[in-house]
Structure formats: C-alpha cells, structure tokens
C-alpha cells in the first residue's frame, strides 16, 4: 500500500463517520417538522445539513487526492510504500460500518429497555399512583420511543446494509 493509498483511506473513513453522524441529525428533524408550528428554522437546519453532507461527500471521497496533493501528505517519507499485509480497503470500511452501528445502537439500548420495563410496568400493576405512569402515554415519551426505534433501526441496518453501502462510497 502506498503512502497516497494509506491517506486515501484515512479521509474516506472520516468521511463515513462524518456522513453517518449527518445522516443521523437528519433523521433526527423527521419528528420535529412533523409536529413543529415553525417548520421553516427547522427546514433550514435540514437543508444546511444536506449541504453540509454533500461537501463531506464532495471532499472526503470525490477531491480525496486534490487533498492529498494540496496538504502535501504523501511528501517526506522515507519510503512510498507502507506494508500493512493483507489489509483491503473494503474490510476496514466494514469494520468502521459495523462499529457505527453498535454504537448507535448501545447508544440507545437502555433507554428502550427502560421504557419497554416501564411499558410493562404499567400495564400490570395495579395502583396507578406514580407520576411517571400516569404521564406515561404522553407526547414526550411516545415521541422518545419512537427516536429510539429509529436508532435502533438505523443501527441494525447499518449493520446489515454495511456490504452494499461500501459499494455505493468506493
């Protein structure tokens, strides 16, 4: 592996972490103009967001070696080859993919788990006394469920999808 291959690498992996953590703030306005009255400050926050990706896109994958070549990064090392063995570029996007997801999804585990117990809770006991289950079905908690059934879905799909998502960034 060449020292330009190496960097080339390294940008494209900050570039999927940082189009992941985009993707992921966009998912997270779906709600908010859904049941906002000010839907234009929230539009903005989107539409920023897509430019934003887009000049990730552009920089971290498409002008990768403009970068390179502009910041100097493959000048001055002793010698033009790097020996890594038997690394490919696809294996170490898979792992980046697949660390992504977990985290996303570890990220939100406990605070599913804890709304399924206090789902459960609930729904069998007997006194209705805690504050919190009586304001259980209230629009906060339903809209915290549902954000975190879409990490968690996002999580596991990015898990499962992560072959065919390298093959849309290479």
């Known amino acids: 592996m060449s020292v330009r291959d190496l960097f080339r690498l390294v940008f494209k992996s900050i570039g999927v972490v940082?189009?992941?953590y985009v993707f992921i703030s966009l998912?997270?306005?779906?709600?908010?103009?859904?049941?906002?009255?000010?839907?234009?400050?929230?539009?903005?926050?989107a539409a920023s967001l897509l430019l934003v990706s887009i000049a990730i896109y552009f920089v971290f994958f498409v002008f990768v070696?403009?970068?390179?070549?502009?910041?100097k990064l493959d000048k001055g090392f002793d010698t033009t080859q790097i020996t890594l063995g038997a690394v490919k570029t696809e294996k170490i996007f898979e792992v980046i993919?697949?660390?992504?997801?977990?985290?996303?999804?570890i990220d939100v585990l406990p605070d599913?788990?804890?709304?399924?117990?206090?789902k459960f809770q609930s729904d069998v006991s007997h006194s209705t006394n805690d504050l919190y289950l009586n304001d259980f079905y209230s629009g906060s908690v339903t809209?915290?469920?549902t954000y975190d059934i879409f990490y968690l879905l996002i999580g596991l799909l990015v898990i499962l999808l992560r072959k065919q998502i390298i093959k849309l960034l290479d």
């Open 27 to 45: 998912f997270s306005l779906v709600f908010p103009i859904i049941e906002s009255e000010n839907t234009m400050s929230i539009l903005l926050m």
């Open 112 to 118: 599913f788990l804890h709304w399924v117990f206090k």
């Open 65 to 71: 070696d403009q970068l390179i070549t502009v910041l």
């Open 18 to 20: 940082s189009l992941f």
């Open 143 to 145: 809209y915290d469920i």
């Open 97 to 105: 993919l697949f660390t992504l997801g977990m985290m996303n999804i």
